[in-house]
């Protein structure tokens, strides 16, 4: 925004130059571009933030100045003749929407000849980078430089019935504005209309049809105060911009309408214009400014500083604040203060210390950190193990994936006893029902990633479950699952199987100090035969895994296999870890051996965990299955499998004939209790 020095001369003593004054501009929060010498005047460009409204006219500008310098400020005067005809008698005024319309004023101005402006209101728009047009519009666009209030100009004599209505305006009606452009409108958008039509868009542009041309003798200048919201809903939706919905869109001075009104009638009646007698003041809801409570101990607690009280009450008259009271209490001064109609931005405590802060000065704000007393955070064990596993099957090369929480009915897998939680008013019967598990979810975003040509993956999910059996249940639960071929290139001969899947929740277990866990063998409905296991901890069981059933995977679409595991956290979480062991550096090596052989498929391989532990050889560190192979020149009714067994002592080195003798043991053990038949054997 342009402001003119020589102006703002006339309203406020200014005793500094130019260069010193945008200085002390800046310091208040006014941001001052550059400055431009036009003549013998300077022409400040000024940047204002969109809360101060107050400072897009002059008025506003040089009441800031007021402060600064400690200079009286001085509003120009409004006089002039009026007739004895009444301007209620001429024109009457009706809000229909006084939620969009809070106040509509305005003065009938007739006898009026339409001609050029005088030299200085020229002079001071082109200056400012307006264009002169005629006295009557120029008169508008002078008053708003002057006060930052927007008025406009109807030709009297084209408002029919000689009534104006300010309301919504109807779907579908038109209107021709000033810039020659035909508008549609809406309900939204608010109008200002005679009897028959809008004649103009309220707080935007006027209406071509009413507007004021060289043959206008009988003006109505209008002088409102419009809701901001709908100014800027309108201008946006309209794409129209103008320099009145500039300002009224960011909340102008409701209290200015009558002396802007006024002052023009003061510029219309200087150049021979004659004046109604009264003024059209409409102002069926009046504004209530609630006053703010200022505490010296809250100024003091923001700002870092002590500011005596007649310092305060010094910085707030000047900037036109009313003390309404101030008392002493406790030792800290408290004040009631009303804030004036232009300063619509401050609405609480913290806005009044701003306006301190800013005219004591920002410098004198100590740079010193105030001082901060620190409390102890809360940290959530629960969440920090959560955190844990998603960390841990990250870097496994899981992904994580969210999903909906409300599930298709037909869709629910049912896993577990309880009923189902159906909400009563769902966004969509897709919807209706709060999920009992992860599956339902985990097997749609299968099977998305498979219409989308991907391969394969291992994707997991923490979320929450929901059943209800006489009251409703809430539980955490983790999912995992893998499906189709690995991603990997360097693992895609393995294939995804319930034993790696077996794997990636025995570490998780192990990682959160959960030592005493195994699998299980125990039929679930969702699982096939032989390929599902309880997983138990402490013998509690928390969870299940297994192959999907193919007849759940094709109600998805998944014609891929899917192992899948989901664990209950809650449960898990209330089970107390292994305490943590230390174990000595072994001082003698260990050595692996691995032996083949064939088995029935029928055999369990915790049966055959436990026939070796029953042997009893001490010496035996630790065994773990090394591989399965199924088909080829395998018997149908049995598979291949490759156990690796760790040998140490910690007396001394074993010999080869020492784990030898082991080994035969072992061999000797599975022979008898499973009839296996030896394939080979590994010494590393």
């Known amino acids: 925004m342009k402001v003119s020095l020589e102006w703002l001369r006339e309203l406020v003593d200014i005793d500094v130059k130019p260069e010193e004054l945008a200085s002390s501009l800046e310091m208040v929060g006014i941001g001052v571009e550059k400055i431009e010498k036009i003549e013998d005047d300077f022409i400040f460009s000024l940047e204002?933030?969109?809360?101060?409204s107050d400072c897009l006219g002059h008025i506003g500008v040089a009441r800031e100045i007021s402060a600064i310098l400690n200079k009286p400020l001085r509003i120009p005067e409004v006089s002039y003749a009026e007739e004895d005809?009444?301007?209620?008698?001429?024109?009457s005024v009706e809000i229909q929407d006084s939620e969009l319309c809070p106040r509509?004023?305005?003065v009938v101005i007739r006898d009026f000849?339409?001609?050029?402006?005088?030299?200085k209101i020229r002079r001071r728009l082109e200056a400012l980078g307006l264009r002169a047009i005629n006295n009557a519009v120029d008169i508008t666009n002078y008053s708003?430089?002057?006060?930052?209030?927007?008025?406009?100009?109807f030709d009297l004599k084209k408002i029919r019935n000689k009534k104006i209505i300010v309301r919504r305006a109807k779907k579908g009606e038109s209107i021709l504005t000033l810039e020659g452009t035909v508008k549609v409108l809406d309900e939204d958008v608010l109008v200002i209309a005679d009897n028959q039509r809008p004649v103009a868009i309220a707080g935007v542009?006027?209406?071509?049809?009413?507007?004021?041309?060289?043959w206008t003798t009988e003006i109505f200048l209008e002088s409102a105060y419009f809701n901001p919201v709908s100014i800027r809903r309108t201008s946006k939706k309209l794409g129209i911009s103008t320099e009145a919905s500039y300002r009224f869109e960011r909340g102008v001075d409701w209290d200015i309408p009558v002396y802007s009104?006024?002052?023009c009638a003061t510029l219309f009646n200087q150049i021979g214009g004659r004046i109604a007698k009264g003024i059209i003041d409409v102002f069926p809801k009046p504004i209530r400014i609630e006053p703010i409570t200022l505490r010296s101990g809250k100024l003091k607690e923001l700002l870092g500083l002590d500011i005596p009280a007649e310092k305060v009450e010094d910085i707030l008259k000047k900037l036109e604040f009313k003390i309404l009271s101030s008392r002493k209490e406790d030792g800290m001064m408290i004040w009631t203060i009303l804030p004036p109609s232009f300063r619509g931005d401050v609405r609480e405590e913290a806005d009044l210390i701003e306006e301190i802060a800013r005219f004591h000065g920002?410098?004198?704000?100590?740079?010193?950190l105030p001082r901060i007393i620190l409390n102890e955070v809360y940290i959530d064990p629960l969440r920090e193990k959560v955190k844990l596993i998603s960390e841990l099957l990250n870097y496994q090369g899981w992904n994580e994936v969210i999903t909906f929480s409300f599930i298709d009915p037909e869709e629910d897998v049912h896993v577990e006893k309880g009923e189902p939680v159906t909400i009563m008013n769902p966004i969509s019967s897709r919807f209706s029902r709060m999920r009992r598990n992860l599956l339902v979810g985990v097997l749609k975003t299968i099977s998305l990633n498979l219409s989308r040509n991907v391969e394969g993956g291992k994707i997991f999910e923490t979320g929450k479950v929901f059943w209800k059996d006489g009251t409703i249940f809430e539980k955490s639960n983790l999912a995992l699952a893998s499906f189709g071929k690995p991603a990997e290139k360097w693992v895609k001969e393995r294939e995804f199987s319930i034993f790696s899947l077996n794997g990636t929740i025995s570490l998780i277990l192990s990682s959160l100090g959960y030592d005493n866990h195994r699998f299980v063998e125990k039929e679930c409905p969702i699982f096939q035969n032989f390929s599902s296991l309880s997983i138990l901890v402490n013998d509690r069981e928390i969870g299940k895994l297994g192959k999907v059933k193919e007849e759940i995977l094709r109600k998805f679409s998944i014609e891929s296999d899917v192992y899948y595991g989901e664990i209950c956290l809650d449960t898990l979480f209330k089970i107390e870890t292994s305490p943590p062991r230390i174990h000595p550096l072994p001082r003698f090596p260990s050595i692996r051996r691995d032996i083949s052989f064939l088995i029935s498929k029928y055999v369990k391989y915790s049966e055959l965990e436990e026939e070796i532990r029953k042997i009893g050889i001490k010496e035996l560190e630790g065994f773990f299955l090394w591989d399965i192979f199924r088909g080829g020149e395998i018997p149908e009714d049995k598979l291949s499998m490759t156990i690796g067994f760790v040998f140490r002592s910690s007396e001394r080195t074993l010999t080869n004939l020492e784990v030898n003798e082991m080994m035969n043991m072992i061999e000797k053990a599975l022979q008898e209790k499973f009839g296996v038949q030896i394939r080979g054997k590994d010494v590393r």
């Open 261 to 263: 009104a006024r002052f």
């Open 48 to 52: 204002i933030t969109p809360n101060r």
């Open 113 to 119: 000849k339409i001609g050029p402006s005088t030299e």
């Open 362 to 368: 920002y410098e004198k704000v100590p740079s010193t």
């Open 104 to 106: 509509y004023a305005g």
């Open 205 to 214: 542009i006027g209406g071509e049809e009413s507007g004021v041309n060289d």
């Open 144 to 153: 708003l430089l002057l006060t930052g209030h927007p008025v406009h100009a």
């Open 85 to 91: 005809e009444e301007a209620k008698n001429l024109i």
